[in-house]
Structure formats: C-alpha cells, structure tokens
C-alpha cells in the first residue's frame, strides 16, 4: 500500500486544450495525482474526439489523452458559461491552453486577465511558435514544428523524400517539457505566492533536442551540416539497422568495449584486433568494412531471434525492431506495466498505453477513464456555488452541454 499520496495531490488544473500537447500534459498531471477538469465546447468538444481509431463511437485518440479527468462541456459565448470558467478558474493551480496565441484573450481568458483574477495561478500556454518572435500567429501542427527544427532533414536515405516520424514526437516532447515547467512553477509558486505564464512552443522543443547537428555545425564554423544517412549513423560505427533472415534488429556497438565483443563473436580475435577498428575514428574511417562484417554476420544467421541470444549472450546492445503486437507481447513493457486496462462504460475493459511515472510510495495508476462529454457538469457547477436550478437552467439553455 502506498504510503504517500501521489505528488500533486490538492492541485487543480482547468485543463481547456485540445488534440495533443496540451491534453497529454493535463493527463500527466492527473496521473501525478492532481484534480484536471476537463472544459470542452458544446456540441464537438475537444478536436480529438473525431480522430480515430473509432469504436461504438468512442475515440481511442481521446480515451488514452483525457484518462483521469473530469468533464465539463460549457458555452463560453454565454455569459453564465464564462461566469462558470472565471469561477472554476478562481479555484485552480494551473490552467492549461493550446489556442493560437491571443486566441482566448478575445474571450477574457488570456493570461492578463485571468492572473488578475487569480494572482496564484500557474497559466501554460501551448503554441507552435510561441507567443513572441515573427511566426508567433501562424498556425502549426507537430509536423510543421518537426520539418523546421532540421529533426526531418536528417531522416531515411539519401535522395528521397525523408519519412514522417509515425510518432507525434513535438507534441510529446512539448507536454513533457510542460509537465516538468508546470511542477518547477509550482515549487517557485510556494516561495513567492505567485504564478506565472509558460509559454511552450512546439518549434523550440524540436530544436532544443538536437544533441549533435547543432554544435557540428556551430563548431565547424559551418561547414558541417548533418545530412540523410540512411539505416546508420557514419560518426557512430556500427550503430544502426540490419537484416536478418526473418526481419531487422539494431545492434549499438559504437563504444569500443562493445565493438570488441562483437568482432570477437562475428570474426574472432582476428577480427577484434584488426587496426582498421580500434577506435571510434578508424572504425567511422572503415564504416563500410566494418558494417559488411556485421550484415555478413546477421544474414548468416538462422533468424532474428538466433542473432538476438547470440548478441545478448555476449552484452551487446541490441533488440528487434519490433511491430505493435509484438510491443504489447513484450515481457519487459508487460513487467513495467507500461499497458494499462480500464473499464469504460460504453467499450468494456479497454487496454491502452500508460505513462513512464514510478515513484517508490505513491500510486500514479489513473484514478477513471476518460470523461464522456459534459460528464461532470452538475458536480462541477454545484462545487463552485451554482444552485440546482441555476444547473438545471444552464443545461436547458445549452450554456452546460452533456452527451446524451
């Protein structure tokens, strides 16, 4: 049994986002434990609940980035559901957005008036651009943010077109950042009793994870730029992609203890002594020779699997390059308890992805699934002082909008 509760327990996040990075970071910050109140428009609600996968009408895209929230689903057009929002947000810790910027600042919700409002409040907002620079206003989704960060141009082989990442990894990478921004400003919050903005944009997330391209290019005096080099990596040999009879693996041996291992189970000490591999700088000098002692290798192998023990008999890293279903089978994410099983009301038990939190006394196992549209109106409002009939009314007028 746990002996703590999670770390952010007795937190309140009005989390008014939508898609991706926003929603994923709020649904972080429920899994560490916070009350995220979920606030939707009527009659669509957040944008990712029309994106697929679609099962009895429910969205897979939502159910994983909106698990443990409350729903609530207000017209803001209508002064009572701004009302509604001003007082919800009286009684937050942080609100999360991810509107063009000046977007809610129309509606009174932009940071000015809403720190006025609530002086302590923690305000994150999520944009492509960020909130200042020359293409603050522009719109953008993850791909525009990994296409101008350089990340793309260094994706698959030279001479084609590079291939999308097939994983939202601005949007991730931003919520991630979010999370660690919004639990700093808090801790700052608790020394000087007040909040403050966060302005998160895809495009410096991108950019701040280079962790080679940009000092090649910087420290060459830029006359280095990283460019497509296909299935390996020419400063890292051999660090990269390799067939086998029966599908690919990775194998990482570009340290030298690692590359001696494996010459010696490939070619034998012949092989682990040869000059032309000693060291990092001869073997990038020799790539093309070392990689075909490793493709002769693998391809000589009876199948994955056959290379996988043999490589791991020996403490090379390396591992299958694995479809999904292969992933889930997976004993190490089985044991990690990195797929988690919910009972939704509609869809039955339902498996999907977890988030990477371990903490030694507290449980950060998501406490429902996601909300239905509006699910939470009544609580919601009641809990800020609106009395049954004032409820009752907003939900006749459409100002409060709940799935039927």
């Given at each position: 049994m746990p002996a703590q509760p999670p770390p952010l327990q007795g937190i309140r996040v009005v989390d008014y986002s939508h898609f991706l990075a926003g929603p994923f970071m709020s649904r972080a910050l429920s899994a560490l434990g916070a009350d995220v109140i979920k606030v939707e428009r009527p009659?669509?609600?957040?944008?990712?609940?029309?994106?697929?996968?679609?099962?009895?009408?429910?969205?897979?895209?939502?159910?994983?980035?909106?698990?443990?929230?409350?729903?609530?689903?207000?017209?803001?057009?209508?002064?009572?559901?701004?009302?509604?929002?001003?007082?919800?947000?009286?009684?937050?810790?942080?609100?999360?957005?991810?509107?063009r910027p000046g977007t809610l600042d129309k509606l009174g919700l932009g940071y000015a008036a809403l720190s006025e409002l609530n002086p302590r409040l923690i305000y994150c907002s999520v944009s492509a651009f960020g909130h200042t620079g020359p293409d603050s206003s522009?719109?953008?989704?993850?791909?525009?943010?990994?296409?101008?960060?350089?990340?793309?141009?260094?994706?698959?082989?030279?001479?084609?077109?590079?291939?999308?990442?097939?994983?939202?990894?601005?949007?991730?990478?931003?919520?991630?950042?979010?999370?660690?921004?919004?639990?700093?400003?808090?801790?700052?919050?608790?020394?000087?009793?007040?909040?403050?903005?966060?302005?998160?944009?895809?495009?410096?997330?991108?950019?701040?994870?280079?962790?080679?391209?940009v000092q090649r290019y910087t420290l060459s005096g830029g006359t280095e730029i990283p460019v497509q080099t296909g299935h390996d990596q020419p400063e890292s040999t051999v660090y990269?992609?390799?067939?086998?009879?029966?599908?690919?693996?990775?194998?990482?041996?570009?340290?030298?203890?690692?590359?001696?291992?494996?010459?010696?189970?490939?070619?034998?000490?012949?092989?682990?002594?040869?000059?032309?591999?000693?060291?990092?700088?001869?073997?990038?000098?020799?790539?093309?020779a070392a990689l075909e002692y490793v493709r002769n290798w693998t391809m000589a192998q009876p199948s994955r699997a056959a290379c996988i023990a043999a490589l791991d008999a020996v403490d090379v890293p390396c591992a299958a390059i694995q479809r999904i279903d292969e992933v889930l089978a997976d004993p190490q994410v089985q044991a990690r308890g990195m797929v988690i099983e919910q009972d939704h009301p509609v869809l039955g038990r339902i498996r999907l992805p977890n988030l990477p939190f371990r903490f030694s006394d507290s449980d950060t196992t998501p406490r429902c699934p996601a909300p239905s549209l509006g699910q939470h109106n009544a609580e919601i409002a009641t809990s800020l002082g609106f009395t049954a009939e004032e409820v009752a009314a907003m939900a006749r007028d459409g100002v409060l909008y709940a799935a039927p």
């Open positions: 009659k669509a609600g957040d944008a990712g609940r029309a994106h697929p996968i679609f099962v009895q009408g429910q969205s897979g895209y939502f159910l994983q980035q909106n698990m443990g929230k409350r729903g609530l689903c207000l017209n803001l057009k209508d002064p009572r559901g701004l009302d509604l929002m001003r007082r919800l947000v009286g009684t937050a810790d942080v609100f999360v957005e991810n509107y522009k719109p953008g989704f993850g791909l525009i943010a990994e296409a101008r960060s350089g990340a793309m141009a260094q994706l698959g082989s030279p001479g084609e077109p590079p291939p999308l990442f097939r994983m939202p990894l601005a949007d991730m990478y931003t919520g991630a950042h979010g999370i660690a921004a919004i639990c700093a400003a808090l801790v700052g919050r608790a020394n000087t009793g007040r909040g403050q903005h966060i302005d998160m944009a895809l495009l410096d997330c991108m950019v701040s994870m280079h962790d080679f391209a990269g992609v390799f067939e086998a009879r029966d599908g690919y693996l990775v194998i990482a041996a570009q340290v030298d203890d690692a590359w001696v291992r494996l010459a010696r189970l490939i070619g034998g000490e012949e092989l682990a002594a040869d000059r032309r591999f000693l060291d990092p700088a001869s073997r990038n000098a020799n790539r093309l």
